[in-house]
């Protein structure tokens, strides 16, 4: 008897065709997914080397180099990519970071306010470069200057165009943003004249939830205008202060955490001129803006005295006018009867304000202190902390620079309470002495 094959349905034809296509296919499909996932690996390695390539060119060309080996067939594909990486790196090294500037469309549409996401502070950014925000808008001088800058560190003339037209369109973006920031305070009770102020102040929160940056930021400007209020009604013992005995230092010490919370929230200058206007002297001012340290305080205590005790007026005991303790009539007979003893104390004072400064020391309140607490005659105090500049390595900052100067060409400058700490020193008032 013979067996025949049983009749063949539509699905025998089907799985026979599938299976002579996959026969077909299927080699060539695997080798390809192989290629593909061995031209991924060798980009993901080549993207690490050229991550810690610190913008090295010979680096980063190794690092494409060894992806080309790995798979010929990215070759194509890897001059492009070799050619960005190293433009990339030129800026980076240009502006000396790891974050190069965003290189923008000149031509991009301006998104409606808010719509991009402005820096969160109105503080600049790390790097070495520019960059608008709602709370740092730049000139038009600003802009030119950047982009020339630019140009130079790159050495091509023509990324001076590119760079400006990228600046001019981030800072139309920023003037939009803090356009749009500026209303919201309007509607929001922040009056006309109150609005740089406020806006100083809510420079240090995120504007990009506008509701909740409003919240924060009059919380914050309430706060400044207290400290503000503060300082206007706080009564600093002036006159009386020397007629009654009352203690002016501890009035000033109880003003000094409000007026460093004025300080941090970017209000120096304010702050300066509103103390003046209540006859503080500028030492006090200096003082009260960059405070003497306790550490500072106890150094001051281990300095040695000194040979001239200030003259405030002569002291009274028992009825009778006391005598200074100073050996030397003046700081000259010092110089000339004592010099050697006269440089030893300014080696010990070189060697406090070695010990001592730092780039938020008011050295006007030091030596203030030095001069009324331990009996050094100002003259001796400016080529001390010049001595201390040079052998310490001490790099000043802009406003002790100034302070130094001060030192060196005037005596201390009295508040009123000193002037009238006793009443033979009405002359010196009258000769418009502070």
Known sequence: MQVLPSARGPWDVIGESIGHNLSQTLPGAVSQGYQRQLGLNALGQAEKDISGAEGDPYKIAMAFAKAGAQNPNLERSLGPLMQT?????????????????????????VPTPLDQNPPQTGQQPSNDY?????????????????????????????????????LKNQNDIATQQRKSLEDLALKSNISPSELPMFMRVASKFD??????????????YQKAKNDFDKIDRTFIPGIGSGLLGRDRQV????????????????????????????????????????????????????VPRGFFPLDTGPSYKKGFAEKSSSPFTSYEKALEKAPNEMKAMQNQLADYFMKNINPKTSIAGLSDKLIRDKDYDWRQIGPAIRQAVEQGNIQLEPFQSAELADIETQPPRDSLSHIFRSLDRMTSFIRGNR
């Not at 504007?207 to 914050?220: D, F, G, L």
């Open 85 to 109: 990486a190293m433009q990339s790196a030129k800026v980076n090294r240009a502006y000396g970071q790891g974050d190069a500037p965003q290189r923008q469309n000149p031509n991009q549409t």
């Open 130 to 166: 520019l960059a608008p925000s709602p709370f740092n808008l730049l000139t038009a001088d600003d802009i030119n200057q950047e982009s020339e800058r630019y140009a130079i560190k790159l050495n091509d003339p023509s990324a001076y165009a590119q760079r400006q037209a990228e």
């Open 207 to 220: 504007p990009r939830n506008p509701t909740e940056w409003m919240v924060k930021a009059k919380r914050e």
């Open 251 to 302: 009035e000033l010490k109880r003003l000094e955490p409000t007026v460093q919370d004025l300080v941090d929230k970017g209000f120096e200058q304010e702050v300066r001129t509103r103390l003046a206007e209540e006859y503080l002297s500028p030492t006090e001012i200096s003082t009260l803006i960059n405070p003497i340290t306790p550490q500072q305080e106890k150094s001051i205590s281990d």
